[in-house]
């Protein structure tokens, strides 16, 4: 059975950095998708960046220079470093993984930005 499980989040002040790690298990073959959401209090849902087995990726216009997603496929793992926090980007953040057509999510991760 597929498990994903979120790490690193926490509350850190506006301009700091914070690094999350997701790690997949019961993993056979190779996943196609892994990625990162993001939920809001009141807000949808929305991608943050995901990254493909080619090494494609692709972020939402709202983090594009300042977070970096990266995958390490012989463990299973990815990665998001979120540098340049702002306190709009407080949310639960979810680890997604798409793997043999299903769709697995993490437990989410908590962000938060302030001061």
């Known amino acids: 059975q597929v498990q994903v499980v979120e790490s690193g989040g926490g509350l850190v002040q506006p301009g700091g950095s914070l690094n999350l790690s997701c790690a997949a298990s019961g993993i056979i073959f190779r996943i196609n998708v892994m990625g990162w959401y993001r939920q809001a209090p009141g807000k949808q849902r929305e991608l943050v960046a995901v990254?493909?087995?080619?090494?494609?990726?692709n972020y939402a216009d709202s983090v594009k220079g300042r977070f970096t997603i990266s995958r390490d496929n012989a463990k299973n793992t990815v990665y998001l470093q979120m540098n340049s926090l702002k306190p709009e980007d407080t949310a639960v953040y979810y680890c997604?993984?798409?793997?043999?057509?299903?769709?697995?999510w993490g437990q989410g991760t908590q962000v938060t930005v302030s001061s």
């Open positions: 997604y993984v798409w793997y043999r057509s299903n769709n697995y």
């Open positions: 990254t493909t087995t080619g090494g494609s990726t």
